[in-house]
């Protein structure tokens, strides 16, 4: 059994991006992840928040900038440690493109893409991963019957590729004193981050440590425009018609090849 997850991510307005993502593993793997981080955060007096130490807010604001990053790198150290074999997944929505490609479209229109798509690739995942099915959770907040009809929408879609069917078995709900919600933040925020500075900053450190964990795809102005040509940019059918490059693809490189096959 996968046990994944997640929280999401943006600007105040959800103006620029909306990223959905998070943290999965085995069962035991989880475990150790959840021993690890509370051990990690055990001077803290709440639970962690990304943004909130990043930028010195709430619980950190009499904490110097060295301090908030030594944090920060402790964690991102224990979610790159090789012997526990943590995965990061995000999805990310340009909101400008969103709404460039779907004039007239719903505020919230972004984010259902990048719930949906974030969902369907774990399905994926766990197909790869033979008969894994997916537990997941996700924070609780405002936004959770979008998240259930998001999740729903996917664990109950008849795949016209039958090996995804019944892979996500579970969603459920928890808040941030469930220390593995904490991880899913910072993962989140990392997935957000990257397209918010690319071209801008060069990439965080912690995700250069991440790198070989991590699986971020962000929606591109010509990806969405062939989601639109499929159907109903929020409908899963057309989510699962989109092809393989659509999701997180596996890099193998040597010193004469470099091949991509789909996740």
């Known amino acids: 059994m996968i046990h994944?997850?997640?929280d999401d991510s943006s600007d105040s307005s959800r103006a620029k991006f909306v990223a959905c993502g998070g943290v999965f593993g085995e069962a035991f793997n989880m475990t150790v992840l959840d021993n690890l981080w509370v051990k990690a955060t055990a001077q803290l007096e709440k639970p962690f928040r990304s943004t909130d130490c990043e930028c010195g807010y709430d619980q950190f604001r009499d904490w110097i900038v060295e301090q908030r990053r030594d944090l920060i790198t402790k964690l991102v150290d224990v979610l790159s440690d090789e012997a526990i074999q943590i995965n990061v997944v995000g999805s990310v929505v340009p909101?400008?493109?969103y709404q460039k490609v779907f004039?007239?479209?719903q505020k919230g229109a972004p984010y259902q893409l990048a719930l949906r798509h974030l969902f369907m690739q774990m399905a994926r995942i766990a197909r790869r991963k033979g008969r894994e099915r997916v537990e997941c959770w996700f924070e609780r907040g405002s936004s959770d019957a979008d998240?259930?009809?998001a999740f729903d929408d996917v664990a109950q879609l008849r795949f016209?590729?039958?090996?995804?069917?019944h892979r996500l078995k579970r969603l459920n709900f928890g808040d941030k004193q469930v220390s593995l919600l904490q991880a899913?933040?910072?993962a989140a925020r990392e997935a957000y981050k990257v397209?918010?500075?690319f071209g801008v900053r060069p990439f965080r450190k912690g995700l250069l440590r991440l790198w070989g964990h991590l699986g971020i795809v962000a929606w591109t102005e010509d990806s969405l425009r062939r989601l639109g040509s499929i159907g109903d940019p929020l409908s899963a059918a057309t989510l699962a018609a989109m092809p393989d490059d659509t999701f997180m693809m596996e890099v193998k490189v040597t010193l004469w090849s470099r091949e991509v096959f789909p996740i």
């Open 4 to 6: 994944a997850y997640f």
């Open 95 to 97: 909101v400008v493109l």
């Open 103 to 105: 004039p007239g479209s």
């Open 147 to 149: 998240v259930k009809r």
């Open 160 to 165: 016209k590729d039958g090996s995804l069917r």
């Open 184 to 186: 899913a933040d910072l």
């Open 195 to 197: 397209h918010e500075n």
